[in-house]
């Protein structure tokens, strides 16, 4: 009885949001269709922050160029291919803009390991990609995302012995001020150091401010409509911490504000891209539409001013990976929050420490989660106890509350005023079930998000046919199982004495069972070993409070 309420309060949960995407779906915004354009023309596109820094004025806002979707670029551009360990990206020398990216340890499905999964990418359908560039005091000073850069190469491949490899993007403005956008890869990390060195070759002060920004499209694959996953923006400040955004705000220019010691981010379900400025240096955060149904997300920096023959340099560093915690803790403080657990994340962070210690021995995602429930059995094994010997008492009373029901037929509020009268002299709490389990729910919910966000679950094998834990059970067999089991527990628990709360309840396994079908294996093996511990436990209880009721 136990588990199944908590499956009623995550089933009106997740029915509440598919309703609210439907209502989208019929009712909602609809991105705008997606109409190629030529790379040297965009009317009144203005995906570059709006707002002149110090010093800049508003001329220096440049006009958004097309990306086209073709191996050989237009107007003069190419592509450029960038191979590390980690990363294989696609770089357009117009702005020197990632247009693509696939992670080389995570393939697209365990069935095709040679396909690598595309977290950037150029296509309509899922349209996104990072661009950065220089806002200067004079347009044809600084190099934007419209520019067209030059490289000594269109390929560069990081070869087993370098510990890290540089690759420079270079334009020169007619007055002869050099700007090298410089990429510096470093083996085993997902990171990027993005710089922009400026060298003034030219008579007079150069003045620009650095920018970096994301822009993305509505996925077209929305993934599994029963597990829901934010897909959007999100930034990291001092003052607010984490905060998200969906695409829609951002469109609407939601996000504008002053940021130290911050990031932003793109996120969706395993995987994000994010740029983190230098610390200690205020950047204005901002948002805006792009057009074509595309969001964009940014930072740019405080204006620069550089002398006569003087160089400068402007940091960061990208970060285009995974969601694994350690790693993008190590990058910026709160990127790990990136890994979305909601509001009980105070919960689920401790909750996925004491999984990954439990991994480090077995290495093996499947015996981690069933010894992880284990645990969690035992450290709520007396307050389910306490739940399953109020429910066993209750069972004993069945044969009374029936022929209660027999002598009072349809006069409800007398048969309730009976039963209350025979609770309160047998000295049994008819709550005494549900209370320990509301203590419980906060906890399983955390699981829920813990199971659902690890991205190391994802593509992670068990035993025989579970070789991806974080898609659904290709045979049926663990939902099948788990519906069998709530039967069980049905059993073991006192019927309902309303006739129609009794058909519900018997038609709840099989509901459950179709929508667990199409839950991650991982989370409905978690379900699985927790209705058996469950049933054990309680026909234990059971068996005992009914053998000491006949002695």
């Not at 117009?94 to 390991?113: C, F, H, M, N, W």
């Not at 009374?400 to 005023?417: F, H, P, T, V």
């Amino acid at each position: 009885m136990d588990n199944i309420r908590l499956f009623l309060f995550m089933a009106l949960a997740f029915l509440g949001m598919l309703l609210y995407q439907s209502w989208q779906e019929d009712y909602g915004p609809k991105p705008a269709e997606y109409v190629e354009q030529p790379a040297s023309t965009a009317p009144g596109s203005t995906d570059v922050p709006t707002a002149p820094a110090p010093g800049l004025d508003d001329s220096a806002v440049p006009n958004v160029p097309g990306v086209t979707n073709t191996g050989e670029q237009a107007n003069g551009s190419r592509l450029v291919k960038i191979k590390t360990d980690m990363l294989d990206l696609l770089v357009d020398t117009r702005g020197g803009t990632i247009v693509e990216a696939r992670l080389q340890d995570y393939p697209v499905s365990v069935d095709k390991p040679e396909q690598k999964f595309r977290l950037l990418s150029r296509s309509p359908g899922d349209f996104f990609i990072a661009q950065s560039g220089l806002l200067a005091n004079d347009k044809s000073r600084g190099p934007t995302h419209q520019s067209i850069f030059s490289t000594t190469a269109d390929e560069f491949v990081m070869t087993p012995d370098q510990p890290s490899m540089d690759v420079d993007f270079t334009w020169q403005s007619p007055d002869g001020v050099v700007i090298t956008k410089r990429y510096i890869f470093t083996r085993g990390q997902h990171s990027v150091a993005l710089q922009h060195l400026v060298s003034n070759g030219s008579s007079s002060p150069w003045v620009a401010r650095d920018y970096r920004q994301l822009q993305r499209g509505e996925p077209a694959d929305t993934g599994n409509a029963f597990m829901y996953t934010f897909t959007g923006g999100a930034i990291y400040s001092q003052e607010e911490k984490y905060q998200k955004y969906d695409l829609e705000d951002l469109g609407k220019g939601k996000l504008d504000r002053d940021v130290t010691d911050g990031w932003i981010s793109m996120i969706q379900h395993y995987f994000l891209a994010a740029f983190v400025p230098p610390r200690g240096e205020q950047q204005h955060f901002y948002s805006q539409s792009a057009g074509n149904g595309r969001s964009v997300i940014g930072t740019y920096s405080p204006a620069q001013s550089v002398a006569p023959g003087a160089t400068a340099a402007f940091g960061g560093t990208m970060f285009i990976g995974p969601k694994l915690q350690e790693e993008l803790a190590g990058i910026a403080e709160g990127l790990d929050l990136t890994v979305d657990y909601g509001w009980l994340v105070f919960i689920a962070k401790p909750m996925y420490w004491v999984l990954e210690k439990i991994q480090s021995f077995v290495h093996n995602w499947g015996w981690t989660i069933i010894i992880f429930t284990i645990l969690i059995k035992l450290a709520f094994f007396k307050l389910s106890e306490t739940s399953y010997r109020s429910m066993a008492n209750m069972r004993k009373l069945t044969p009374r509350i029936q022929a209660l029901k027999d002598r009072y037929g349809d006069d409800k509020q007398r048969m309730q005023q009976a039963m209350m009268e025979m609770y309160k002299t047998e000295k049994i709490n008819p709550l005494g079930g549900c209370l320990p389990m509301l203590v419980q729910i906060p906890f399983f919910i955390a699981l829920y998000w813990v199971l659902l966000e690890s991205v190391e679950l994802r593509q992670a094998p068990w035993i025989l046919w579970i070789d991806d834990l974080s898609i659904k059970d290709p045979y049926f067999v663990l939902p099948l199982i788990m519906g069998a089991s709530m039967f069980v527990q049905q059993k073991l628990n006192p019927p309902p004495p309303d006739p129609m709360q009794a058909k519900i309840m018997l038609a709840l396994p099989v509901v459950f069972t179709a929508m667990f079908a199409f839950f991650p294996s991982g989370l409905v093996l978690y379900w699985v070993v927790n209705n058996l511990l469950s049933i054990a436990q309680q026909w234990v209880i059971t068996k005992r409070i009914e053998e000491g009721a006949k002695s």
